[in-house]
């Protein structure tokens, strides 16, 4: 099995700043309710790890498609993340047992990357639910 990665502060401000063609998804696993109060990364997709746990026992097909993955390939940088860590580990090794291989973890989560003042975009009830799982990522 592959092991995880962990990605700083620095590490996360300077890929999302970036305008190097790397592919990488950043993927929040905190629940919508969450996303509204305290917002999210710019350029973060919504997987409630709720969700994601929902399928750990299912098939790679039922998995990649019921969470919308179809645009990610097992190799593309995929950096999970949520409040303040284990949320984001247990996603990170669920996705690892369908074979994505190149995973990191955020190590302090959104409360590391709002007290060292990282960007964050406004969630409002209006479109919590729009952002939900909508899968953008660098090409």
């Known amino acids: ?3 995880l990665k962990l990605v700083k502060f620095e590490d996360l401000k300077k890929l999302t700043e970036s305008c190097k063609p790397e592919k990488y998804v950043i993927i929040d696993v905190r629940n919508p309710g969450e996303l509204e109060k305290h917002g999210k990364l710019e350029q973060s997709i919504n997987i409630p790890l709720k969700e994601i746990k929902s399928l750990e026992e ?3 097909s039922e998995f990649v498609g019921k969470l919308n993955l179809q645009k990610i390939s097992k190799e ?5 993340h ?6 984001a580990i247990f996603a990170a090794l669920v996705f690892l047992k369908f074979g994505f291989t190149n995973i ?3 190590s302090g989560g959104m409360l590391d ?3 060292y003042g990282g960007k964050i975009q406004k969630v409002t009830s209006e479109n ?3 952002l939900y ?3 953008t990522y660098q090409n």
């Open 1 to 3: 099995m592959e092991s």
């Open 113 to 115: 990357w709002k007290a």
């Open 58 to 60: 299912s098939s790679q």
């Open 104 to 106: 990191s973890i955020y």
């Open 133 to 135: 799982r909508i899968h």
């Open 82 to 87: 949520c409040r303040s860590g284990p949320r």
């Open 76 to 80: 593309d940088h995929i950096i999970f």
């Open 128 to 130: 919590v639910f729009f």
